[in-house]
């Protein structure tokens, strides 16, 4: 009569989730219910997808934006916390992380529609009034004292990591590494004890190659970059990062940012201001509070120099 395996089992789940795909690796004991795991995954990232998205008409991000100004708007639990969390981080960053760039990124082509010189030419004329002016909470609503259209796509997708987080531990999972994209989650160590092993990307259009390495333990990993996500004008790449300030794609953007933090939203919001805010003023401003992140920057021939703040980066390649 044969022994049966008591040994974990690898598990590596996947399904569709903002245009992309979500993951989650993790070892579990013979016989755990995968199938409900899984989908457990999908019902957390979808919740995020309909209550965050620009693609979904019927989202509670769009209705809020096609709310009259001065409405209190009943908003979910989520999002409300989603939206203060953007407000801070648009505080602490001097505006360099901003949700209110909405206008633009559908001007420039980055929303479900395609560009438009008029919208273009509106949204960088227009006068520039940015979440945390605009918004104001109350008891689970929101109201917009001026007209603003709202982005999350700098914040979404790390809230999605997190909430994967959350539903496997709501299941008994306590070691595990969770993602969308490049928006990373470790949860605990691998089952050697080691820690979770995350590549930083080569800032390369053509091809995925890894830059450096890192080693994560219950914290997250969030990039924003130039080079998979752009439009071109005039022969010119633009980033899909928005300047906050101009209503524009920035125009010499870091080739990436990449920061840890404890949460991936935290962690994907701050990767979108410090490539608002530059290599010079960002790197200043992490280390100032306390921030790890890498950016990566690329000369004229492609030459990648690196620039960390932090110990988790001292020896990025």
């Given at each position: 009569?044969?022994?049966?395996?008591?040994?974990?089992?690898?598990?590596?789940?996947?399904?569709?989730?903002?245009?992309?795909?979500?993951?989650?690796?993790?070892?579990a004991?013979?016989?755990?219910?995968?199938?409900r795991?899984?989908?457990?995954?999908?019902?957390?990232?979808?919740?995020?997808?309909?209550?965050?998205?620009?693609?979904?008409?019927?989202?509670?991000?769009?209705?809020?934006?096609?709310?009259?100004?001065?409405?209190?708007?009943?908003?979910?639990?989520?999002?409300?916390?989603?939206?203060q969390?953007?407000?801070?981080?648009?505080?602490?960053?001097?505006?360099?992380?901003?949700?209110?760039?909405?206008?633009?990124?559908?001007?420039?082509?980055?929303?479900?529609?395609?560009a438009?010189?008029?919208?273009?030419?509106?949204?960088?004329?227009?006068?520039?009034?940015?979440?945390?002016?605009?918004?104001?909470?109350?008891?689970g609503?929101?109201t917009?004292?001026?007209?603003i259209?709202?982005?999350?796509?700098?914040?979404?997708?790390?809230?999605?990591?997190?909430?994967?987080?959350?539903?496997?531990?709501a299941f008994?999972?306590?070691?595990?590494?969770?993602?969308?994209?490049?928006?990373?989650?470790?949860?605990?160590h691998?089952?050697?004890?080691?820690?979770w092993t995350?590549?930083?990307?080569?800032?390369?259009p053509?091809?995925?190659?890894?830059?450096?390495?890192?080693?994560?333990t219950?914290?997250?990993?969030?990039?924003?970059?130039?080079?998979?996500h752009?439009?071109?004008?005039?022969?010119?790449?633009?980033?899909?990062?928005?300047?906050?300030?101009?209503?524009?794609?920035?125009?010499?953007?870091?080739?990436?940012?990449?920061?840890?933090?404890p949460?991936?939203?935290?962690?994907?919001?701050?990767?979108?201001?410090?490539?608002?805010?530059?290599?010079?003023?960002?790197?200043?401003?992490?280390?100032?509070?306390g921030?790890?992140?890498?950016?990566?920057?690329?000369?004229?021939?492609?030459?990648?120099?690196?620039?960390?703040?932090?110990?988790?980066?001292?020896?990025?390649?």
């Open positions: 009569m044969s022994k049966m395996s008591t040994d974990p089992v690898r598990h590596a789940l996947s399904g569709p989730t903002m245009g992309t795909r979500w993951s989650a690796l993790f070892w004991e013979p016989g755990f219910d995968v199938a795991i899984r989908s457990g995954l999908q019902a957390a990232v979808d919740e995020v997808d309909a209550q965050m998205s620009i693609w979904k008409t019927d989202s509670a991000l769009m209705l809020l934006n096609r709310a009259p100004i001065g409405a209190a708007v009943p908003i979910p639990a989520m999002l409300e916390q989603v939206l969390l953007g407000v801070a981080i648009g505080k602490a960053s001097g505006g360099a992380f901003d949700m209110g760039v909405g206008d633009a990124v559908s001007a420039w082509g980055f929303g479900p529609g395609s438009s010189q008029d919208s273009i030419r509106a949204a960088m004329s227009a006068r520039r009034v940015s979440a945390v002016e605009a918004l104001a909470f109350g008891q609503t929101v917009k004292r001026t007209a259209m709202l982005d999350l796509n700098g914040i979404a997708k790390g809230v999605g990591v997190d909430r994967l987080a959350e539903s496997l531990s008994g999972v306590r070691d595990a590494l969770v993602g969308i994209d490049g928006e990373m989650r470790a949860m605990g691998r089952p050697d004890a080691q820690p995350v590549a930083v990307e080569k800032p390369d053509d091809r995925r190659a890894p830059h450096s390495v890192l080693a994560l219950n914290c997250a990993v969030a990039t924003s970059g130039d080079y998979r752009f439009v071109t004008v005039d022969g010119r790449r633009l980033s899909h990062t928005i300047d906050p300030k101009r209503g524009a794609p920035l125009l010499q953007p870091p080739a990436s940012v990449t920061v840890i933090a949460s991936c939203a935290v962690a994907d919001a701050w990767a979108t201001a410090l490539m608002v805010l530059g290599p010079a003023e960002g790197s200043a401003l992490a280390r100032k509070i921030l790890e992140a890498l950016f990566l920057l690329c000369d004229e021939r492609d030459t990648v120099r690196a620039r960390g703040v932090g110990n988790s980066f001292v020896h990025a390649a």
